[in-house]
């Protein structure tokens, strides 16, 4: 028997998204200096309280935010390494390139990293430094999806979560402060690649 729709659920999850996305859009448009729990309540159609419960606090919200434009980023590097079954560098490589092109034109980020006053900066720590939203999820994201890819079985957590830490450590440093054009990048971080994952597949 099909289960009947949980309706509570359903409307909490269409909150979230709404939330998200008026957030998001004030961020791009406006900054995160003009984001403010009252503001994004009203045009959500929501009391202050209940965008309380159901998100938290200002910083909760900016999580939030960034951790909704991490997924999509995971997707796009998940269908990349699909792309290239074969060959496991060929697929990081592409996941890379995917990354640096699409945060090219990334409105939130462009709209985080541009941001010249006090207020705007506070998205930066959690987009940057801080071990979640972005940089522990995608180290997470990245090792798992790796190794469900390229039947990895036999490698050791210890041997592929510091490789793919390293690399998702380097394209994040590409994205968040590019020195110079996409290819040369990308072929930074192969030749990095190359050399920490030939001594592991050789023993595959």
């Avoid at 729709?5 to 269409?14: A, E, G, T, V």
């Avoid at 440093?173 to 050789?202: K, M, N």
Wanted: glycine content about 6%; proline content about 5%.
């Amino acid at each position: 028997m099909a289960t009947a729709p949980n309706f509570q659920s359903d409307m909490r999850r269409l909150l979230r998204e709404r939330v998200i996305e008026t957030a998001r859009g004030l961020v791009c448009t406006e900054g995160w200096g003009a984001v403010n729990m009252s503001r994004v309540a009203k045009e959500v159609g929501v009391s202050r309280p209940v965008l309380y419960k159901e998100i938290g606090t200002k910083q909760d919200l900016a999580d939030v935010v960034i951790a909704n434009e991490v997924d999509v980023f995971l997707i796009g590097i998940a269908e990349q390494l699909a792309a290239h079954p074969d060959d496991v560098i060929a697929g990081l490589i592409a996941a890379v390139e995917f990354t640096l092109r699409s945060g090219a034109d990334n409105m939130l980020l462009k709209a985080v990293l541009s941001g010249r006053s006090a207020p705007d900066t506070a998205l930066l720590p959690a987009l940057m430094t801080e071990p979640e939203p972005v940089l522990g999820r995608a180290i997470a994201a990245v090792t798992a999806a790796v190794r469900a890819q390229y039947d990895l079985a036999s490698v050791g957590e210890e041997e592929l979560a510091p490789i793919a830490e390293t690399v998702v450590r380097l394209a994040l440093s590409h994205l968040f402060q590019p020195t110079g054009p996409v290819e040369r990048a990308l072929e930074q971080i192969r030749v990095v690649a190359v050399g920490l994952f030939e001594p592991v597949l050789s023993e595959v």
